[in-house]
Structure formats: C-alpha cells, structure tokens
C-alpha cells in the first residue's frame, strides 16, 4: 500500500499561516508560543486523534462554522483536522474492534437465520458483515456448512414444511366376475390364472407368432402324413374263403337230400341226386342265374325258389319257372386221397353248354 504522506502539526501549521498571508492577519500570540514546540518532534495527527478518540464521544465533533468570506484562523483549521481526523478515525477503530462485530454480529444473524423473513431484515441494514449475509443465505435455500451450535436449529428449520393431504376418493368395488377365484394356488400365496386366460396364453404362444405357426402346421401335416403311410402299409384285405375246401366224406351225404351245411360259408349246395339216371354227387352253386340273387331249397316243395323274381329250379339245378333262362351252374368236385370229398369253386360247368357231363363236375355214388 502506498502510503500517505501524512502532515504533521507543524506543516499544518506552516500550511495555514501560508494560507493566513504571512501570519498578519490574526495576532501570533499563542501560535507563535507554539513554534517552539514544532521544532521538538510532535506525534502525528492520528496518534493525538487516537488519544482524544477514548476521551471524546463517539459522536463527531462539531465543525466550526464560517461565515461566508471570512478567512479560517489557525485555530479554525486546527480544528477541520481533527474534526476531518474524527471522521477518518473509525476506520482504525473499525480495524482494532474486529473481535467486537463478530460478537454482535451473532444475534444480528440469529434474526437473518430466524427464517424466510431475513430479506425482509437486509433492507435497512445499509451495511452487512460477511457473516450476516452468510447465515442470510443459510437461511434462505442452500444450508450450508454451520457451526455446531446452528446446526440444530438451522436443520429444524430447512426442514420443508409438510405438504397438503391429497383426497384421493374411494376405488370402485370389482364386480363379481372379475374377482379372480380362489384355485389350487391359493394355499401357496400365488395367485391362480383362470382356466379361459390360460387357454389363451397357451393358444397365445401357440399361434402368437409366425414361426410357431409354421412350425405348428408342420407337425401337423407330418402327423397326417405318418398315419398315411400306416394305413397304406396295413390296406383292407377281404378274408375270401379259399376256392378249394373239403366238404367230408360221401357217407355223410345220403341219397335225395340237399345239403345246405356250405351255403353260408361257401356258396354252395351239395346234392346227391340223379341226374340222366345216374346217381351222383355233385355241388351247385347258390347264384340264380337271372340277376344273381341267392334262391332258397325248400324241402316242403323240393326246388330252389329265388326270392328275387320268382325263378324255380329242380333238385339237379335244372330251371322250370321264373325268368332264369339257364339251370344252376356246378363247381368242380372230386374224391381227395384222405377219401373226403373235396369241392374247387374255381372251376364252374354249365348245363346248357353240355359241361355237366364232365367227370369233374360229379362223383359217382
Ligand atoms: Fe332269381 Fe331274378 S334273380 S329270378
């Protein structure tokens, strides 16, 4: 800091009897009694501001007063240095009285800190120490780091003040089908799906997306195709009886009679009868030649009559009524070597063709 060059009481003095015009305006008297003095060494201004400030009242002190024109007296000036010196006075005072201002400045902070109010506080103050404008911005948003001893009360007081309640009204009761039902879950504390959610989930998944539906449509067509291929491995297969089969011995089959024992299984009548005078054996097949239907033997009236149209045949297979134009036709019969008669229905002879009168179509008796 550059220092001031501070006047001493001499050159002030030297200054105003300078400005007084030589000295000869006002008399010396005292003044000039005091000459002496400046040659001795004269403490500074400040230090006899000093040592009068602890004697004077903190107040100013009066400036003499001049009236218009009239020049000042060494006197007068004397007295602006000091009363000019008092103004400046403070600031050492100011300097040498710190420890003070902390001391009041607490219970002026405590009134900033008090609350939102503070602002309000700031305005008259024209100045305001560093530690009241900080405990005015504590107090107003950002806490920051406090003593000890604030810190209670500060943190009771940054605490927000507690918001307003919130009338929420009542939720409407669920109607009695959205209730989800008590299932097998409920004794483990999970909640059961019903059984149509979990039906579309399952479908959901199922169907939900494209690759599953791919991949569901060729399972599917897979499972056709296997069982497919199992019915054309096992295809339907009529149990024909066999065309040849033997029918017993020519005992069994006695003179005159029909035997109607083959009919159901076989087709065919075995008839031991005479046929241009010679007994024989001979099997004939149950087709009535018309259209195919199956004639009936009646005993009572020894013929065949079909229930179709009304044909008639003899005991030997001949036709005399109805619209059969031709006799009954004959399998191919013979004596196997066990000595049973044995009856081959792939071979047929026809009356009117003159094939009865083949050996194979008749055993003798
Ligand atoms: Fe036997 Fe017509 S089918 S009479």
Redesign the pocket.
């Known amino acids: 800091m550059a220092e001031k060059k501070k006047m001493s009481v001499a050159e002030i003095l030297a200054a105003a009897r300078k400005a007084d015009g030589g000295g000869g305006g006002s008399a010396p008297g005292p003044e000039a009694a005091a000459e002496p003095e400046a040659a001795t060494p004269v403490a500074p201004v400040e230090e006899v501001a000093e040592e009068a400030a602890p004697a004077a009242p903190a107040t100013k002190a009066p400036a003499p007063k001049l009236a218009p024109g009239q020049r000042p007296s060494v006197a007068d000036i004397l007295a602006l240095a000091r009363a000019n010196k008092l103004t400046e006075a403070p600031k050492p005072a100011e300097a040498k009285a710190k420890p003070q201002p902390k001391a009041e400045a607490k219970p002026a902070a405590k009134p900033a800190a008090a609350g939102k109010a503070a602002p309000k506080e700031k305005a008259p103050a024209a100045r305001l120490d560093t530690t009241s404008i900080l405990a005015a911005a504590r107090g107003g948003h950002k806490p920051g780091p406090v003593s000890k001893a604030d810190a209670p009360q500060k943190t009771d007081k940054a605490k927000p003040a507690p918001a307003a309640k919130l009338t929420v009204p009542p939720a409407p009761t669920k109607p009695e089908y959205a209730v989800p039902k008590a299932g097998k879950a409920a004794g483990t504390g999970k909640k059961s799906e019903p059984e149509p959610r979990r039906a579309f989930m399952f479908l959901s998944v199922l169907f939900g997306t494209w690759m599953a539906t791919g991949f569901t449509m060729l399972a599917t067509i897979g499972g056709i195709w296997t069982l497919a291929l199992a019915r054309f491995m096992f295809p339907n297969m009529l149990t024909e009886p066999p065309s040849k089969f033997k029918v017993g011995f020519p005992d069994e089959f006695p003179p005159g009679q029909v035997s109607e024992k083959f009919k159901a299984q076989f087709g065919v009548w075995v008839v031991n009868f005479e046929y241009k005078g010679q007994s024989e054996i001979f099997a004939l097949a149950s087709v ?6 199956t ?1 009936n033997w009646l005993e009572s009236e020894q013929k065949f009559k ?1 229930p ?4 008639g045949f003899y005991k030997d297979g001949v036709n005399f009524e ?3 134009p031709r006799p009954l036709e004959r399998y191919a019969i013979r004596m196997s070597e066990d000595g049973q008669l044995e009856i081959d229905k792939s071979r047929k002879f026809q009356e009117e063709l003159g094939q009865w009168e083949d050996a194979s179509s008749f055993v003798n008796t």
């Open positions: 009535c030649t018309h259209l195919g239907c004639p079909c179709c149209h009304g044909s109805g619209p059969a």
